[in-house]
């Protein structure tokens, strides 16, 4: 009973699939030749003819070829003519035909770095352009040797590592800040990143960030009874560090005499210190 009922299962199937195929090579060789077939209109081959044979190339654009997602007969104008002993530069397009030298004459090889030019972008080797940030990035080289510091001697790719266009946080070398650290924002206030010497900051800043370092100072002010006592250290040494201002700058002349001026060298002679000014007749 069961061995019947597998035959007619199998004797089933076989029939269906003949008829299937049969009919389908009927089918097949009905429209491939004959004055039927030949009258068709041919459509010209389409990015999706050249997608299902070259389909890595496909896959490479899809996910990752950025802007380069195009029409491939854009840059493949000429294509299936390759023969051994051609040069295969005489196939493929040349990037300057649309790009020119995009980053002028030191770099026409694009595909040393671009290395693959159906994902230009994503395929950018970082480990070629090492040597060349200084090429490229012509101000950041020049703001680091104009302004001497310890970046200066700091590889640009031991801050930029990786991948191309990485920021660095302050602190992945900084651990330990003499302000509190929220972001790198907070430090560039007051230090560039390629000159961080040239300190600057604006009259906002905090004296505890000064006083931190300068402790005596702040000694000084607060524990004076002076009327600079109510001045922030920013609004004297203004702008930049150990930027020492003049008295005149607030004072001008006033409240003393031309006359009697001249007789000193400076303010400071009777005024003594600045953050205190305890009064020193001399
Ligand atoms: C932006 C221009 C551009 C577009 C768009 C482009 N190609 Fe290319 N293709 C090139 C260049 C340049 C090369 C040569 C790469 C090399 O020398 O390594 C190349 C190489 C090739 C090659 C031979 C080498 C390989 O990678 O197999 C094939 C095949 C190819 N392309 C197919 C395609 C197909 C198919 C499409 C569309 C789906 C396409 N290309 C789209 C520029 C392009
Ligand atoms: C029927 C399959 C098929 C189709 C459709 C096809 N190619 Fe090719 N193509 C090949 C084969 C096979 C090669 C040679 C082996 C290789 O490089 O992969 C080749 C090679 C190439 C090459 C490199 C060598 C040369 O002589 O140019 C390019 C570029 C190329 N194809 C582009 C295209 C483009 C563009 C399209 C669509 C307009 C396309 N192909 C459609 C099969 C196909
Ligand atoms: C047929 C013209 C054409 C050719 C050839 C061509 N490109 Fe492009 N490429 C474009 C267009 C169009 C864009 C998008 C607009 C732009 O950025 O200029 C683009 C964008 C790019 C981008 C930016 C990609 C992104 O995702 O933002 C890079 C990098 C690039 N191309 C590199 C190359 C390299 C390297 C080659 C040679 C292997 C090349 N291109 C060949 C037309 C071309
Ligand atoms: C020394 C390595 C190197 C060489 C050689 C090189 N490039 Fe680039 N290219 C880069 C880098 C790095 C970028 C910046 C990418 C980014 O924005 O992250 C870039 C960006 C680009 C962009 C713009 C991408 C964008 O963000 O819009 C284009 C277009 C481009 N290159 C085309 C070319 C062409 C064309 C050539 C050859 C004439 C070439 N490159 C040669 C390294 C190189
Ligand atoms: C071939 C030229 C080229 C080379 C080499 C190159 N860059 Fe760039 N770089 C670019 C271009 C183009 C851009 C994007 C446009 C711009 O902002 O100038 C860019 C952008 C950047 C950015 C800014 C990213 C952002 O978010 O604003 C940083 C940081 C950077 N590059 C660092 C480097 C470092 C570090 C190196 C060396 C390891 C380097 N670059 C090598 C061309 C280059
Ligand atoms: C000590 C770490 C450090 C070093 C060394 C360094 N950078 Fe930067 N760079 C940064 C930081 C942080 C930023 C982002 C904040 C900013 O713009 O100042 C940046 C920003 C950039 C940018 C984006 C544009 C800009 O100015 O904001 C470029 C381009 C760049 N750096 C290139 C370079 C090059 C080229 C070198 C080597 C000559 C270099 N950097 C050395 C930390 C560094
Ligand atoms: C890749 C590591 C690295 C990163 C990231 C880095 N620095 Fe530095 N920086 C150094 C080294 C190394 C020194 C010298 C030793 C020291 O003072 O710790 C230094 C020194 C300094 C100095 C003193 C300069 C001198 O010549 O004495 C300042 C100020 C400074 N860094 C600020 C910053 C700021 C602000 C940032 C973030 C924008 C930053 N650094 C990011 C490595 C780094
Ligand atoms: C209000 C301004 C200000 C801010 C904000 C600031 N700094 Fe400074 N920093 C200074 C001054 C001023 C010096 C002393 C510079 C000198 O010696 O000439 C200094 C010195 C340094 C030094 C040199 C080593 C030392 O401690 O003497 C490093 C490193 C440094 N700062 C890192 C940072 C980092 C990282 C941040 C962010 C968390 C930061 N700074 C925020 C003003 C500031
Ligand atoms: C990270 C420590 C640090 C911080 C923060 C700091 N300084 Fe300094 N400052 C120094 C050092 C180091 C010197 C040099 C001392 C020396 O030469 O004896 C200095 C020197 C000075 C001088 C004297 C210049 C001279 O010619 O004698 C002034 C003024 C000064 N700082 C003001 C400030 C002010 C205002 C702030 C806050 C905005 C500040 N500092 C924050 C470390 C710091
Ligand atoms: C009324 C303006 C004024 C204010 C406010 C002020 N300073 Fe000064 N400071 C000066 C002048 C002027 C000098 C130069 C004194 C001299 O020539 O001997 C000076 C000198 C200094 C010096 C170097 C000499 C020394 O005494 O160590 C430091 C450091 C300094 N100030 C830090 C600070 C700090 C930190 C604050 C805030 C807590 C501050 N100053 C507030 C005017 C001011
Ligand atoms: C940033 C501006 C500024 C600078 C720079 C400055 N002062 Fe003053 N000074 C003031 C202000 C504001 C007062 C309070 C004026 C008032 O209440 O009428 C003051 C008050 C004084 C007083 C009176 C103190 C008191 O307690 O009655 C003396 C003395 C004085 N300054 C001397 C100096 C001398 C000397 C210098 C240079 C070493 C100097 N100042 C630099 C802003 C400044
Ligand atoms: C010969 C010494 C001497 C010199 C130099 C001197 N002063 Fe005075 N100054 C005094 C005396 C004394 C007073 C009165 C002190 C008091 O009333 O407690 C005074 C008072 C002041 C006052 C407070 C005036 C008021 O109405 O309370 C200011 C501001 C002042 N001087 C600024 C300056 C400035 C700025 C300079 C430099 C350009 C300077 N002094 C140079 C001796 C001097």
């Known amino acids: 009973m069961g061995r019947k009922f597998f035959t007619n299962i199998v004797g089933c199937t076989l029939i269906i699939y003949l008829s299937l195929s049969t009919f389908s090579l009927i089918n097949v060789v009905a429209e491939e030749y004959g004055p039927a077939f030949y009258r068709q209109n041919i459509r010209p081959i389409t990015n999706h003819d050249c997608a299902r044979c070259h389909f890595s190339v496909f896959t490479d654009i899809r996910d990752k070829g950025g802007a380069h997602q195009m029409v491939c007969m854009k840059c493949h104008e000429i294509f299936h003519t390759y023969k051994p002993g051609k040069n295969w530069k005489d196939v493929v397009p040349d990037c300057a035909d649309c790009h020119v030298l995009f980053h002028g004459a030191d770099f026409p090889d694009c595909l040393r770095c671009h290395e693959n030019a159906h994902a230009p972008k994503n395929s950018l080797s970082f480990r070629k352009i090492v040597k060349d940030c200084r090429k490229c990035h012509v101000d950041q080289a020049t703001e680091t040797t104009q302004n ?77 009874e002076n009327k600079h006592a109510f001045l922030k250290c920013a609004n004297c040494h203004a702008n930049k560090h150990r930027y020492i201002p003049m008295c005149q700058e607030c004072h001008g002349q006033e409240p003393h005499s031309k006359a009697l001026l001249e007789k000193f060298s400076g303010c400071n002679d009777c005024h003594g210190n600045p953050h205190t000014l305890t009064l020193q007749l001399p």
Do not use: M, R
């Open 148 to 224: 001497l510091s310890a970046h200066t001697a700091t590889a640009c790719s031991s801050c930029h590592h990786d991948k191309h266009g990485y920021i660095p946080a302050c602190t992945e070398c900084h651990s330990e800040t003499h302000t509190p650290f929220i972001k790198n924002t907070g430090c560039n206030t007051c230090h560039p990143s390629h000159s961080p010497l040239v300190v600057s900051y604006t009259e906002d800043v905090a004296d505890n960030i000064c006083t931190g370092c300068h402790v005596d100072v702040g000694n000084q002010l607060s524990g004076s």
